[in-house]
């Protein structure tokens, strides 16, 4: 064909468009098309609205669209080829004048024509700003062409001077409707214009209707004006398809009469519809299984994925193989799931099925999809490529990373090997493959083979194509300079093209999001910037940045310090930032809180700027990162950290995750935030987290029961606000206010760590990192603490004077005398220094008892500072006084921040450490040591005691009291009742702190008691019942101490001995010590519980009679055993065997004298000294005699320390003589233990004493000769004194120690004869009864003070020594007369 004649059918179609536009346009003149109302409406009442028209059209179709700026009217379409009518419903009438009369309308003009087509119906007008009722007709298929407008003024009157008045922000327009994604959460914001000084709190009703409001779809119900809409909530199905995808919301509320409500249009933008056939484009099946073809995963991606998708999944299939196939046909089911019979199709042979499925409610909106299969003989595995990133729709980002996973559907437990193949590169083997594809190609094959262990096998490809985001278009900025933060900027982005609608328009400042919106709709407020960044990005979010450029200047007179300045400056027009919420100025709120920050670098002014959050609720995902880019400022500014900047940061972290909880709960938000147009938010929370992390490390955690209990919430998954408020609660009750405050900060700072982290998750799973740049904050350790001064004077001041640290932790106090010891020269000046350290303690030191948390150092000297060891003072002394800041938590600073940051004086009240008022009721840490205490009667005493250091102070802090209490303290001796009575120390009834005191100034610890009565003359006490006698109090411990460097480093250690704590009731204005020693001292107070003592004030002194009872018939009994003994154990035993040697026949000795010998053999006292043998003695003579002195081996005579007697008569024995000594070996136990032999010759009064000391054992005998001879009347010792007094000491507690006198036997001597059994008992039973005696009369009669104290305590070691002398010298005396008495006198 020539293309001569091309530009000839170009005129003729152009040249028939014209012809058949201008027909339709003149259909649309000759309607003539007005609209009729009254001129004041009523407000919030229905008025009648009229719509004519002259003609109908009968070629085309004509559109109708009536409103206001705030109100749609009717939207609808007349004409002869609409199918079906659309309300209002046209009617034919010849008197259009007459039907307005009917309705109450009343026009300034007569109707253009009387006769024709009319519509009324009923409207309500809400706003009382819209002035203009404008009716525009436009041709159905030139509707951008060309229109014919009528307006018409109106005015809405309310009936009541004031109304209030609303408005949606960006969604009134009913011309311009706001767009919205069906698969987002949103937010729809009201703002009040006009609230005519009420208070709006009222339930606010929200309806979801059509775009006229005829169909209702839902109905809400909130308490603030706020609403958040949940994705895939707008779906509707339209009663017409000119109102597809249009909605209207209204709000409505009403405050006491008055009635109020707004209007919101939106235009939804569904997602389309994807079909998906598993196994892919193309795959293997066997001919001799069913053939399952499977379309359940296609979306509709308007509906949420519970929702069931599409109504028919219409399937058809053709082969070219095998074309007369029967089974293989057109519209062969309309199920998402069908099966195919075995040997349905033939072998080698390739079937192509079809899916095509279509939105139930919009049949235009189509997908379709092909997967050809390959019949086989062999075992097929059915491989599937499942998508997990950036895959959807077979679209991929080329600058994000592809995520694909394997499922083999019939494989069931086989042992699966992968290879993925990737542009012929070398095969992965995961079962997962992510993959970063950087081809230049526009689309990428992924091939994946899967084998199993048996041989079967199966495959899939899976083609990609590449997106290159929109394309084309410009961006431009209105206007194109301003100011910092104040001037409200328009960009606007027009004419991009993608494949992917809609397009979304992300705008940035740097790297923080400042809004988004998919027309020119959005008004951004500005940093000090050049450029505005934009990302236009498709619906799968692959995007393309663009740039604006802008001049901004900075703001002016901009006040940050003095926080009362900055404070003025935001409650305060025209800057009052604290109102820009409420009138809708989101952006330019937090934009102007940004540029404060930018400038802050105090805490109170960083305090007083974060204020202004406390009531922002309306969380979003910009607002995301603008929390996030204001953390970071402020960790930046407030360089270095203390614990006040950490709790500002951490109240900003809050503010970030309630943002993340709010747009989590109501906004499927996880997987776009690791998307490029919120990744920048990402990294931004990421870095505060490490932040947020660092400074809960370095914070000390608190005591280790509150701890533990928060690490094991955590790790159990169950961290909750109400665990975390609880534990605040728990270590507020502690009263430790000089780690509460960090303590808190720990708390509050680790929990929105692990918010953070939680929330933080999808970060984690999709790798997202953080990029670090010079402007990153780096947090280093801001513990310890320390506070230095120093001062030098020229002479000794006259007075006392006194130095406050600059930490405001040490007072310390300076007399002249002090100063005098350390004046050496005139001409140098004295320096003072002063250290003041705060420091965090180690794990191991008790939390309840930290001697070292606060350390103050003081030097004093003369030209250098030479301190190496402490220094005692010799005429005066040191004092101090440690006080601890007034502890305020963060949100308190925040609600009233001028008057909690505003500084006071140097005399400004002080919080006391370790006080009690009378709202507290807990002392300790981990154990509440306060006492509640309920006395039963009014004449009740309690005694409390408790162990008092040496050099510490008792403090009893009496918190409330019922009655008028008398209270005695005392050291080491339990108070008495009667000096409790004595006692002036009197609690009056009150409900406020009284404190009593006790001092130990000794260097020992002693017990302390505390003895308390109701006051017996209260008049108040008596009109009360007993049983509400109540009062609280508890003991807290006050210590001193210093430092000890004189000795050694390893033995240096807190001393006590040189500081003691002052006799100050009150500790609000600090502990008070004074100190001997100059050098390092801490200060500190814990409590302690109190010991209960029971006693009875009721006991009244009665006889015990059966205790009298007992002592006589315990008497009885013994002078009834005494005389039972008497009569059988009063005898001595008889052990003497007299024994007379054979006469010999020898002429010599017939001469001789026969001689009495009295022979006493002494068996020893040890262990086993006894035998059972029979003892063999040979007298050395010139016969040579041997005695046999035989025992029965059951009843022994040679018994342990036992004397045995034999009497000789011999003419050939005479003194000096030699002994031999053995025995028969015969018994049990035949060794024997011989002490010694004595042998007297009672004619010439001479004896020889043979001292033995040595065991006869078995078939060894002794020898033993002595030159111990002694004459009558000699008196020689023998031996050393100590083996004497040894031997007599041994003697003596063998006859009369402890119960011997009864039960053992008699060891006797020459000089102690032995005593009877009965004799022995009777001076024991006496010794007995008058060291009864004795201990009776020591002690007295009982008597209620005797008896008091024999109930608190053991017998004092006093006692018993006096007692234990007394009665060892009455005893002793009382044991020699009654033995000398008895020896004397039988």
């Known amino acids: 064909m020539s293309l001569y004649n091309y530009p000839r059918k170009i005129l003729l179609l152009l040249s028939l468009y014209l012809t058949l536009g201008s027909a339709q346009i003149s259909e649309l003149e000759m309607a003539k098309i007005k609209v009729y109302c009254n001129e004041d409406l009523p407000y919030g009442q229905p008025t009648p609205i009229v719509i004519t028209l002259e003609t109908l059209p009968v070629k085309n ?34 008197s259009i004048s007459g039907n307005l009369s009917t309705l109450g309308i009343k026009t300034k003009m007569k109707p253009a024509y009387d006769s024709g087509y009319l519509a009324h119906f009923m409207a309500i007008f809400w706003s009382i700003s819209d002035k203009l009722l404008t009716l525009i007709g436009r041709v159905s298929s030139l509707p951008w062409t060309y229109k014919v407008t009528d307006s018409i003024r109106i005015n809405v009157t309310p009936t009541k001077p004031c109304v209030p008045q609303i408005t949606l922000q960006k969604c009134s327009d009913p011309v311009k409707p706001k767009k919205v994604l069906i698969t987002r959460n949103y937010i729809i914001k009201t703002k009040f214009l006009d609230t005519c000084n009420l208070t709006i709190k009222t339930v606010f009703h929200w309806r979801l209707t059509d775009v006229i409001g005829l169909t209702q779809f839902s109905t809400y119900f909130t308490s603030s004006p706020l609403l958040p809409i949940k994705e895939y909530s707008l779906g509707f199905p339209p009663s017409y398809e000119m109102w597809r995808n249009l909605v209207v919301l209204t709000i409505e509320g009403q405050v006491d009469d008055y009635t109020f409500a707004a209007r919101c249009y939106l235009k939804v933008i569904m997602g389309g519809v994807e079909a998906v056939i598993t196994g892919g484009s193309s795959r293997r099946a066997q001919s001799n299984q069913i053939l399952w073809l499977n379309g359940s995963l296609s979306k509709d991606l308007s509906k949420t994925s519970t929702d069931i998708q599409f109504s028919s999944y219409r399937w058809s299939c053709h082969s070219f193989d095998d074309k007369d196939n029967p089974v293989c046909r057109r519209s062969i089911s309309k199920e998402a799931v069908f099966s195919i019979p075995e040997f349905s199709f033939k072998t080698d042979c390739r079937y192509i099925f079809t899916l095509k499925v279509s939105r139930d409610d919009d049949p235009k909106v189509t997908s379709k999809k092909f997967q050809a299969i390959t019949m086989t003989d062999s075992e ?52 997962e493959l992510a993959v970063y594809i950087g081809s230049a190609s526009n689309k990428t094959q992924i ?61 940035y400042a740097g790297p923080v999001l400042l809004d988004s919106c998919f027309d020119c709709s959005c008004e951004v407020h500005l940093p000090i910037t050049k450029y505005i960044k934009v990302l236009v990005c498709d619906v799968v979010l692959v995007c393309r940045p663009s740039w604006i450029r802008v ?63 406390k009531g922002y609720t309306s969380y979003s995902r910009e607002s995301l990162g603008k929390l996030a880019n204001l953390t ?120 929105e760590t692990d918010r953070l982290h939680s929330y933080l998750g999808y970060a984690r799973s999709r790798d997202v990192r953080m990029e670090f740049d010079d402007h990153d904050v780096v947090i280093q350790n801001f513990h310890p603490s320390i506070s230095l001064s120093v001062n030098c004077l020229l002479g000794v001041p006259n007075d006392s004077f006194h130095i406050h640290t600059d930490d405001g932790y040490q007072t310390v106090y300076f007399t002249p005398e002090l100063l005098e010891q350390f004046w050496y020269s005139d001409d140098i000046p004295l320096c003072i220094k002063i250290i003041s350290v705060k420091r965090r303690l180690k794990w191991w030191y008790p939390t309840e008892r930290m001697p070292s948390f606060v350390l103050l150092s003081v030097r004093i000297y003369q030209l250098n500072d030479s301190f190496k060891h402490e220094i005692d003072l010799k005429r005066s002394t040191l004092s101090f006084r440690q006080v601890l800041p007034e502890i305020i938590e963060f949100e308190a600073l925040v609600d009233e921040p001028l008057r909690k940051i505003v500084k006071k004086g140097p005399d400004r009240e002080l919080r006391e450490e370790g006080h009690l008022s009378h709202t507290d009721d807990q002392a300790g840490i981990y154990v509440n040591f306060m006492k509640k205490v309920t006395l039963k009667n009014l004449k009740d005493v309690r005694i409390y005691r408790t162990l008092l250091d040496k050099h510490t102070m008792l403090a009893v802090h009496f918190i409330s009291t019922t009655h008028p209490l008398q209270v005695m303290l005392s050291l080491e001796k339990q108070p008495l009742f009667s000096q409790l ?48 006698v109540k009062f609280d109090f508890a003991f807290q411990l006050r210590f001193c101490e210093d430092w000890i460097y004189s000795m050694p480093p390893d033995k240096q250690h807190w001393s006590d001995l040189n500081c003691i704590p002052g006799m100050e009731k009150d500790v609000k204005m600090g502990l008070y010590c004074s100190c001997k020693m100059l050098g390092t001292y801490t200060a500190f107070t814990y409590f302690i519980p109190p010991v209960w003592i029971p006693v009875n004030p009721f006991l009244e002194i009665k006889p015990n009679y059966i205790l009298i009872a007992s002592y006589l018939l315990i008497l009885i009994a013994l002078v009834a055993w005494i005389i039972w003994i008497i009569d059988n154990r009063n005898h001595l035993p008889n052990k003497a065997v007299f024994h007379r040697l054979v006469e010999v026949d020898d002429e010599a000795l017939k001469s001789r004298k026969v001689h009495d010998f009295w022979v006493l053999i002494k068996t020893g006292g040890r262990i086993n000294a ?25 009843h022994i005579r040679f018994q342990r320390n036992t004397t045995n007697t034999l009497w000789l008569k011999s003419r050939d024995i005479r003194i000096p003589t030699k002994l031999f000594v053995s025995h028969d070996n015969h018994g049990r136990f035949p060794s024997w233990f011989l002490r010694r032999i004595e042998v007297n010759d009672i004619q010439t009064g001479q004896s020889q004493v043979f001292i033995a000391r040595r065991w006869i054992t078995r078939n060894h005998g002794i020898f033993l000769q002595s030159d111990l001879i002694f004459n009558r009347g000699d008196y020689r010792y023998i031996g050393t004194w100590r083996l004497r007094f040894k031997v007599l000491f041994e003697m003596m507690w063998s006859n009369w120690s402890l119960w011997h006198p009864i039960t053992a036997n008699w060891r006797d001597t020459n ?76």
């Open 61 to 94: 179709s004509i559109t109708l669209h009536l409103s206001t700026p705030s109100y749609l009217l009717a939207y609808l379409e007349v004409g002869s080829k609409v199918q079906r009518e659309m309300p209002p419903k046209f009617e034919r009438t010849s």
């Open 1170 to 1194: 006894e035998t059972t043998a029979s003892i063999y003695i040979t007298f050395q003579s010139r016969y040579g005699h041997r005695i046999k002195m035989t025992q029965d081996p059951e």
């Open 632 to 751: 970071l400022t402020l960790a930046n500014r407030l360089q270095p950290f203390n614990l006040k900047k950490q709790a500002v940061l951490t109240y900003v972290v809050r503010k970030i995750n309630n943002n993340f909880q709010e747009i989590l709960e109501n906004d499927n938000i996880r997987s776009v935030l690791a998307e490029q147009p919120l990744i920048n938010t990402t990294r931004a929370c990421l870095k505060v987290y490490e932040i947020m992390k660092t400074l809960s490390k370095l914070t000390p955690p608190p005591p280790t029961p509150i701890y533990h209990k928060y690490r094991r919430a955590r790790l159990a998954g169950k961290l909750e606000q109400k665990l975390i408020d609880n534990l605040a609660i728990e270590i507020k009750k502690l009263n430790v206010a000089s780690m509460s405050f960090e303590w808190l900060n720990w708390l509050k700072t680790t929990w």
């Open 981 to 1028: 009575s004595k006692s002036s120390c009197f609690i009056p009834i009150s409900k406020k702190c009284k404190v009593v005191l006790l001092r130990n100034k000794c260097p020992q610890a002693m017990r302390a008691y505390v003895a308390i009565q109701v006051v017996q003359n209260s008049s108040s006490g008596a009109k009360t019942r007993a049983r509400d």
């Open 551 to 613: 001049n901004v200047t900075a703001l002016n007179n901009t006040p940050v310090h003095p926080p009362i300045d900055l404070w003025n400056y935001i409650t305060n027009a025209p800057h009052n930032i604290l109102n820009l919420p409420e009138e809708g100025l989101f952006l330019r709120y937090f934009q102007t809180i940004q540029s404060m920050a930018n400038r802050v670098s105090e805490v109170d002014s960083a305090i007083v700027l974060l204020s202004c959050l």
């Open 380 to 431: 097929v595995l059915d491989i599937t490529i499942e998508c997990i990133w950036n895959c959807r729709m077979d679209l991929i980002s080329p600058r994000s990373d592809v995520h694909l996973r394997a499922k083999c559907t019939n494989c069931f437990g086989k042992n699966l090997k992968y290879k993925w193949y990737v542009g012929g590169k070398i095969p992965l083997t995961s079962k």
């Open 447 to 507: 091939k994946l083979v899967v084998s199993a262990a048996d041989g079967s096998y199966g495959r899939n490809v899976r083609t990609l194509i590449s997106n290159p985001g929109p394309s084309q278009g410009k961006c431009f900025v209105s206007p194109t300079e301003g100011q910092e933060a104040l001037t409200p900027f328009i960009p606007c982005c027009q004419n991009f093209y993608t494949l992917n609608n809609p397009i979304e328009y992300w705008y």
């Open 1311 to 1386: 000089y102690y004869p032995n005593i009877s059994r009965a004799k022995r008992v009777c001076i024991f039973v006496s010794k007995i009864l008058v060291t009864f005696t004795i201990c009776v009369c020591y002690f007295g009669l009982t008597t209620k003070q005797s008896l008091q104290l024999i109930r608190s305590q053991i017998i004092a070691l006093e006692d018993i020594m006096k007692l234990s002398l007394i009665c060892g010298l009455v005893d002793t005396i009382l044991q020699i007369s009654m033995e000398r008495i008895i020896r004397s006198f039988g």
